[in-house]
């Protein structure tokens, strides 16, 4: 297993379940199940892993220490990603996050790149605001797994 989009590929049935491992303070591993979907990155386009968080563990790891890991799996196949988290949110500016309404859509679409869908996005949209989500890219610096 070599790249992204087969690593994803194991959990595309499963709504991209992945198990999302980061470093705590200490040095230890703490570890999460998330919805993650394959899409373009905002800036350039390539093509990023990219999952919503919100919260103080998750996001307080990854804004101490933005190395992380991304495991799919399907039966005994599995693959990992692993990369550097890029935070884009309330609390995480980016340069290329011009405002408000361009990361509402962008919380939309990490959502239907993981296989959501959405009969209220009015309503999506006021919950992704209460919750202070962020959007977590992660571009790929190792893939690999079994095949």
């Known amino acids: 297993?070599?790249?992204?989009?087969?690593?994803?590929?194991?959990?595309?049935?499963?709504?991209?379940?992945?198990?999302?491992?980061?470093?705590?303070?200490?040095?230890?591993?703490?570890?999460?199940?998330?919805n993650v979907g394959v899409l373009a990155h905002p800036a350039d386009g390539k093509s990023v892993l990219a999952f919503t968080t919100?919260?103080?563990?998750?996001?307080?790891?990854?804004?101490?220490?933005?190395?992380?890991?991304?495991?799919?799996?399907?039966?005994?196949?599995?693959?990992?990603?692993?990369?550097?988290?890029?935070?884009?949110?309330?609390?995480?500016?980016q340069p290329w996050l011009a405002d408000a309404d361009q990361l509402r859509l962008l919380l939309r679409d990490v959502f239907i790149a993981a296989g959501g869908t959405h009969d209220n996005w009015d309503d999506y949209d006021r919950v992704m605001?209460?919750?202070r989500r962020a959007v977590v890219l992660i571009e790929p610096t190792r893939v690999y797994g079994n095949s």
């Open 1 to 34: 297993m070599t790249t992204l989009n087969e690593a994803f590929a194991l959990a595309a049935a499963d709504r991209g379940l992945a198990v999302v491992s980061t470093v705590r303070a200490d040095g230890t591993v703490q570890a999460s199940l998330v």
């Open 54 to 93: 919100y919260g103080k563990v998750k996001l307080a790891n990854l804004r101490a220490r933005p190395p992380l890991a991304v495991t799919f799996r399907n039966g005994w196949r599995w693959g990992t990603v692993e990369g550097r988290a890029e935070l884009a949110g309330p609390d995480d500016s």
């Open 129 to 131: 605001a209460t919750e």
